[in-house]
């Protein structure tokens, strides 16, 4: 699979430094993750309302290494680290990227995926040029309250800057001709460009990765206080990478060139 970062020498942690937070770990008997349930192919809830996604099957498969009992919960994306300090849930797993920002509040796992980000347009889109000249007076996309809303107000000062309550809101605006641009990770447009998309829409672009606003990649978030839920969680993601189960899910759900 192309321009698809995997973390394996970060997930590879040393047990024995875990050892001491995974005494106390032993008291998670089951642990309730959040989700958002509208980013494909992370999660997605299905024409069933039956969540899906390579998240949906990342996070079961932590849970058989951890051997607790998981729930899931959905949750609007604007809310959903709120809804983890209020209690709502145990861990975050929503394609969040790990921030600095972020991290302010809660604290993350190993990560487990990176990709890159592109910006996508209508296939009469003549330039690849994507530079904030370029794009003076263009409207650009994105979700809001992510990495990729925070990018273009940075930089995209003389853009109009339309954010959504989900992704799919945005694709949708870009499909009926009411945006010039999204900006987005490249798995979730990918997603689109090849499904509903496919006709209307094209990649532009990829876009620079500004480390103060993307972060180190996407992780698990979980509140500062559960130190051994992190340890726990940090142990399994290893164990994924090093017996390839976490490969088998990359290449099942993020099929693009």
Known sequence: MKGFV????AAALTLAGATGALAQAKEWKEIRIGTEGAYPPYNNLNA??????????????????????????VQDWDGIIPALQANK??????????TEERRK?????????????WMIGPKSTKS??????????????????TIHANYV????????????????EANLDLLNGRLDYIVADALALADFLKGQGKDCCKRIAEVKRDDAIH????????????TALKAL??????????????????DKWFKFE
Do not use: H
């Open 153 to 168: 107000e940075k930089f995209y000062k003389d853009s109009t800057a339309r954010l959504y309550p989900t992704q799919e």
């Open 128 to 145: 690849d040029d994507i530079s904030p000249a370029a794009l003076k007076g263009k409207s650009i996309g994105a979700q809001g309250s």
């Open 6 to 9: 995997r973390f394996a020498a």
């Open 105 to 117: 509040q809660v604290d993350f796992t190993t990560p487990y995926s990176k990709t890159p980000i």
């Open 233 to 250: 969680v940090d142990k399994a993601i290893a164990e994924t990478v090093a017996d390839g189960s976490l490969k088998k899910l990359e």
């Open 215 to 226: 972060g180190a990649g996407v992780a698990g978030a979980v509140r500062k206080s559960d």
């Open 48 to 73: 069933k309302k039956e969540l899906e996604g390579f998240e949906i099957d990342y996070g079961n498969l932590l849970c058989e290494k951890m051997k607790v009992k998981c729930t899931w919960v």
């Open 89 to 98: 849930y145990d861990i975050i797993l929503a394609g969040m990227n790990a």
